[in-house]
């Protein structure tokens, strides 16, 4: 969206960045086992910090949501207007109603349609699931979020994953989830899932990229 704003005259302009852009590409390019997909995305990294070096000096203000962004902001691409505002979330809304978790319930919460999330999701369940199953054959993993990719959709295939597609309300499952997962290996910004999940009183097991 930052593009379509660019230029336009009218009053001062602010831009929302809900993650260092930039950032998300690396990771892709340092970590996909692929040699053509880290090339891919070694240039998309570039073209991006390029781009979102060059955006964020177009507007009045820039408004990054943890301090690390905003001190990336400002030591790698000099912006002086970057303003911190903490993410979170409605404590009250998702706070635990009562309804007790499903026994070895695993749930991982997230929108299927960005890539760190489904190849966080992949990664679970073909790496990680199995060893959970062979040790609990009773053990379910429920993927919730939105427009699932292909791929994300192909894992209900295997033995004890269900996957939710679009749901009106996550709180259901989050209440009846015995543990949450944030198995992320790519990500930025901050993980609003965790404090949904801390909200509703559920436990939650990450990776250090995905509690960063």
């Known amino acids: 969206m930052a593009r379509n704003a660019i230029g336009l005259p009218g009053p001062p302009k602010i831009l929302f960045q809900h993650n260092v852009e930039s950032e ?6 340092d970590s ?9 995305m070694g240039l998309q990294c ?11 000096r177009r507007f009045d203000a820039v408004i990054a949501v943890s301090e690390r962004d905003r001190e990336i902001f400002e030591r ?35 929108s299927m349609d960005w890539l760190p999330n489904s190849d966080g999701a992949a990664h679970f369940a073909h790496s990680i699931w199995p060893n959970i199953r062979q040790s609990h054959p009773d053990a379910t993993f429920t993927i919730v979020g939105r427009n699932p990719t ?26 009846t989830a015995s543990v949450v997962v944030v198995p992320l290996l790519v990500g ?15 436990p939650v097991v990450s990776t250090t990229l995905g509690a960063a």
């Open 188 to 202: 930025g910004g901050t993980r609003i899932k965790i404090f949904e999940a801390m909200a509703a009183s559920r």
């Open 24 to 29: 998300i590409y690396r990771r892709h390019a």
């Open 32 to 40: 996909d086992l692929h040699w053509l997909r880290r090339a891919y």
């Open 46 to 56: 570039r073209k991006m910090r390029a781009f979102e070096a060059r955006a964020g």
């Open 76 to 110: 790698e691409y000099g912006w002086q207007h970057v303003h911190t505002i903490d993410t979170a979330v409605d404590i009250e809304y998702f706070q635990a109603c009562g309804t007790a978790p499903k026994r070895k319930n695993v749930v991982f919460l997230g």
């Open 150 to 175: 292909p791929m994300v959709s192909r894992l209900a295939s295997l033995s004890g994953i269900t996957v939710t597609d679009t749901v009106p309300d996550v709180r259901p499952y989050l209440q």
